[in-house]
């Protein structure tokens, strides 16, 4: 069964500082990867999305990488601003299930 | 081009009615999920519909059903509603380009049992 790790649940950073989110899953058999940001009580906006056959994907400031072997997935956030904290998730495709498989997520501070 | 669109935005129901969801997909996507995200977890899988036809289900009471319609629309129904089903209910329609696909949501509806 299919299983998403995100760490570290909760991150604190000064504005400008450069960040690194990790996400994990436990088979690698996945179609794709999908980060998501989410604001306090609303819906999910997909940021980046990495098929399975990609190593890498970019999207101005957010550059995120897939390892399918080692089963992570890394979010970095360059020069962070304010408006980036929201609570970020990773979610995974499984070939063995065909719907999404949520991490909890990273809730992200980015302080002024 | 309109997003996912989901009805209401929010809901207060009491423990044992029953309540409907509504959520219309993007033009020309013909697959939809629904996904329950209660606080400070991440969403999980209820239903999957394409093409009006069920696709896969989640580890859900049978209390959950869902249907889509000829125009991709669909609805979640959720029976005799227990103050555990307070949740985020998350809607996405699945988009297909050259065999790569993925997922689009909609900003939800916030239930409330009391």
């Known amino acids: 069964k299919q299983e998403v790790t995100q760490i570290p649940a909760a991150l604190s950073v000064p504005e400008g500082e450069n960040l690194v989110l990790n996400c994990s899953f436990t088979d690698s058999a996945i179609y794709n990867l999908q980060w998501f940001r989410q604001d306090p009580g609303k819906g999910l906006t997909s940021l980046l999305l990495?098929?399975?056959?990609?190593r890498e994907q970019t999207s101005g400031r957010l550059n995120a990488s897939l390892d399918k072997s080692s089963g992570r997935s890394t979010l970095y956030i360059a020069a962070s601003q304010p408006g980036d904290s929201a609570t970020y998730l990773c979610a995974v495709e499984a070939r063995s299930q065909g719907n999404l498989i949520f991490g909890k997520g990273t809730k992200l501070s980015v302080k002024p | 081009d309109a997003g996912v669109t989901q009805s209401p935005t929010h809901l207060i129901k009491t423990r044992g009615q029953h309540v409907t969801l509504r959520c219309s997909p993007i033009s020309g996507h013909k697959s939809v999920s629904w996904y329950q995200q209660v606080l400070g977890q991440g969403p999980q899988f209820i239903f999957q519909y394409y093409e009006k036809e069920e696709r896969g289900r989640g580890n859900f009471p049978d209390r959950f059903s869902a249907r889509q319609f000829p125009n991709y629309s669909s609805e979640l129904n959720v029976n005799a509603l227990l103050l555990g089903d307070s949740a985020l209910y998350l809607c996405?329609?699945?988009?297909?380009?050259?065999?790569?696909?993925?997922?689009?949501f909609g900003s939800g509806t916030r239930l409330t049992v009391v």
């Open positions: 996405a329609s699945t988009w297909d380009i050259d065999g790569n696909y993925g997922y689009t």
């Open positions: 990495i098929q399975s056959s990609q």
